[in-house]
């Protein structure tokens, strides 16, 4: 399989990576391939086999072209400043010109690198696995984000809490620059790196950007629209340091994440979070903190920092109108509306304050607005069906059929999320041998607005995930 590498990133400063090669894998064994991805990506995979798959995914085999670094970066973790983080344990390979545009090629769990901190470098299949599935899902549900190409197990043990399965998950991503990169270069007050990477992102994801305030202003746009996604299907990404936020505008970094079941603004997952800094609701929020830090990075760059501090605080203070009009048009069209009202808002909230009383399941009380089966999830009848009478008055008002609302909502409002308790079960079956759960979990996520009434269900009282965990 020839892959068209063309590595930009590579061509940048020594002091941006460290150039490294995958640590070779014992018996790297393919789990699975994403060969609808590897179509849009335009790689071929004519007379490759899994064992070639295998030997390529698992980086033991360094294709043609390929110019493997570790990525250098720090970050606030949980608000606490790390001034040197960078790939602990992925190796990107290389960047490669496709149909869709540039895309990093990364491995993910492939050793050992001068930012390992300590760490083995490697990751386990459940971590691998979930991010498979996750990211996969998100790209189905139509939310910017990194995608799995390849998982490989490794033949390897990994040492946790205790032994478990290796593997690698190759990832796929516009970029892997992240908020975090530029934090890295502006902690070690080098103005030139600085300069160097602004230009490379806005020549890679916004060429229209004007400098590095037109710079702020396209990544702010980008993660308004993405964290009122991530909203409107009841995702939680689990762990949104500054390391974490991508400045393509993708999701990345599946660690601790979830989708809600129960819907509750201040839900977590985390195992991590214990103060619920990343909690649902606090998602928008911390997004425009992790922003003000990118805005920070960027001061230098100007030739009047100081005067520059008034301009870059109001492109900041545009995250909150972008994040509020494009959550109400989600939620809009969640309720199957297309004319826009000032009550949308309120009325798309109202329904949710509604839904929290009884932590009500979020995905089946918005796919049951379309069927009529709604208020058979709802807890507090009297409070759903006054609302329900002022939603109807506002369909009647709008300018689409009723038959055309509801197509709306069935495209609009996924049947099939990947569910805690599923994401769960998949793994348990993986590590014992069956991969039976992680084909019917793709195959359904993949179609995610067609019915499916097991996967759709929610959890039983005894399978109700309460902690997610971080991936290492």
């Known amino acids: 399989m020839k892959i068209p590498f063309d590595n930009s990133y590579a061509l940048l400063p020594d002091r941006f990576f460290a150039r490294q090669s995958p640590t070779p894998v014992a018996e790297p064994e393919l789990f699975a391939l994403n060969r609808a991805l590897a179509f849009d990506l335009g790689l071929t995979l004519d007379n490759w086999g899994d064992t070639d798959a295998a030997q390529l995914f698992s980086g033991n085999q360094i294709p043609e072209g390929a110019d493997p670094l570790a990525a250098a970066y720090a970050g606030h973790q949980f608000g606490n400043w790390v001034p040197q983080l960078g790939d602990g344990r992925a190796v990107l390979l290389g960047e490669i010109v496709t149909p869709l545009g540039r895309r990093d090629v990364q491995l993910k769990g492939a050793g050992r690198t001068p930012w390992s901190r300590g760490g083995d470098g490697r990751a386990w299949l459940g971590p691998v696995l979930r991010e498979y599935v996750v990211s996969e899902a998100m790209h189905a549900l139509g939310i910017p984000t990194t995608r799995a190409l390849a998982a490989v197990t490794t033949g390897e043990t990994v040492w946790r809490e205790a032994p478990l399965p290796g593997a690698i998950l190759t990832r796929v991503a516009a970029s892997h620059i992240r908020v975090g990169t530029f934090q890295y270069f502006s902690a070690r007050q080098d103005v030139e790196a600085l300069r160097t990477l602004t230009d490379h992102v806005i020549a890679r994801h916004y060429p229209d950007a004007d400098g590095p305030e037109g710079l702020l202003s396209a990544v702010v746009a980008a993660q308004a629209d993405l964290i009122a996604r991530w909203m409107s299907v009841g995702f939680i990404h689990g762990v949104m340091n500054t390391d974490n936020m991508a400045l393509s505008g993708e999701t990345i970094d599946y660690g601790p994440c979830a989708f809600m079941d129960g819907y509750h603004p201040a839900r977590k997952f985390s195992s991590i979070d214990r103060f619920g800094r990343y909690a649902f609701d606090q998602q928008p929020d911390i997004a425009v903190w992790n922003l003000s830090q990118l805005a920070s990075t960027l001061l230098p760059l100007f030739p009047d920092p100081e005067a520059a501090i008034p301009r870059l605080t109001e492109v900041l203070n545009g995250f909150a109108p972008l994040f509020r009009d494009r959550w109400t048009a989600l939620f809009r069209a969640k309720l199957g509306l297309t004319r826009d009202e000032e009550e949308d808002a309120t009325l798309a909230s109202d329904l949710l304050k509604i839904m929290s009383r009884g932590e009500d399941d979020f995905t089946l009380v918005?796919?049951?607005?379309?069927?009529?089966?709604?208020?058979?999830?709802?807890?507090?009848?009297?409070?759903?069906?006054?609302?329900?009478?002022?939603?109807?008055?506002?369909?009647?008002?709008?300018?689409?059929?009723?038959?055309?609302?509801?197509?709306?909502?069935?495209?609009?409002?996924?049947?099939?999320?990947?569910?805690?308790?599923?994401?769960?079960?998949?793994?348990?079956?993986?590590?014992a041998?069956?991969?039976?759960?992680?084909?019917?979990?793709?195959?359904?996520?993949?179609?995610?607005?067609t019915e499916n009434a097991e996967l759709a269900r929610a959890p039983r009282s005894d399978e109700i995930v309460q902690a997610t965990f971080c991936g290492t």
Request: glycine share 4%; no cysteine.
């Open 433 to 449: 041998g069956d991969r039976q759960p992680f084909d019917r979990l793709t195959a359904a996520l993949a179609t995610p607005f």
């Open 366 to 431: 918005f796919r049951g607005l379309g069927d009529g089966t709604a208020a058979e999830h709802i807890t507090d009848r009297p409070a759903f069906d006054a609302w329900s009478s002022r939603w109807q008055a506002r369909r009647s008002r709008d300018e689409t059929s009723a038959a055309e609302q509801v197509a709306l909502m069935d495209r609009t409002n996924p049947a099939v999320i990947p569910r805690n308790h599923r994401i769960e079960e998949m793994i348990e079956a993986a590590v």
